[in-house]
């Protein structure tokens, strides 16, 4: 149990162009989840708290209009990159609080997605 | 903001070495959580610690959380090749937010 996927698990886009990032938990609801960005051979920074039903709150120093996120269920949440330069080149990762969980603490992790902008 | 820092960033043993990573942090966590990610991979959850100078093992891997629950540290014995990877640790301090210590990279050499 406690699945959280993510998709596509890479991407390459042209400069300008917007992705969009899916994370999904798929044996269980979650009305939060976290959004946190990898580059390389560094840690894992937190972008945003994705609240479904309610705006997220990002971290400081990440700009809201151009990692657009929506938690529309219980089960989905997805990050937009608008406008994508090179320096948003990085690793995504998102993560999900299982709602039927006791323990706010518990987290689970998807795999990643992989974002290349040329 | 909350920090938490790791030491050393790199380490490289001799297979069969012993290896330890330090996890320090700016403020009390309420837990502490450790990963590790695989090259190329996804941080994958490794244990959690909860309670005060608690000390945990999964077989060669100790884990300990200091008693003023700042700090923490992972020990793995008799290093194998597959233990090759960075290892971060990540607390919650009094929100729901996870925040990643820096992570130690450990080399392996046969």
């Known amino acids: 149990g406690a699945v959280v996927s993510q998709h596509p698990s890479w991407v390459i886009c042209k400069s300008g162009t917007s992705v969009k990032i899916e994370c999904r938990s798929l044996?269980?609801?979650?009305?939060?989840m976290f959004w946190y960005r990898q580059f390389p051979k560094q840690s894992l920074m937190l972008m945003a708290t994705s609240n479904e039903g309610s705006k997220a709150t990002y971290e400081q120093g990440v700009e809201k209009d151009k990692f657009l996120i929506n938690h529309a269920s219980l089960t989905l949440s997805t990050l937009t990159v608008t406008s994508a330069h090179p320096e948003d080149s990085s690793f995504y990762i998102c993560s999900a609080r299982d709602i039927s969980s006791g323990s706010w603490n518990e987290q689970f992790f998807g795999p990643g997605t992989r974002l290349t902008v040329l | 903001g909350q920090q938490v820092m790791q030491i050393p960033q790199y380490q490289h043993v001799q297979e069969g070495e012993d290896f330890t990573t330090y996890c320090n942090s700016s403020?009390?966590?309420?837990?502490i959580q450790w990963y590790k990610q695989r090259p190329g991979g996804h941080p994958v959850f490794l244990i959690q610690?909860?309670?005060?100078?608690e000390v945990k093992k999964q077989k060669r891997l100790t884990f300990q959380f200091g008693e003023a629950k700042k700090n923490s540290s992972l020990h793995i014995t008799a290093t194998q090749t597959t233990d090759v990877g960075t290892y971060f640790c990540a607390g919650h301090g009094n929100t729901d937010k996870l925040i990643f210590g820096t992570g130690t990279r450990l080399q392996v050499f046969p």
């Open positions: 044996d269980f609801q979650a009305t939060t």
């Open positions: 610690l909860v309670k005060s100078g």
């Open positions: 403020t009390t966590l309420s837990n």
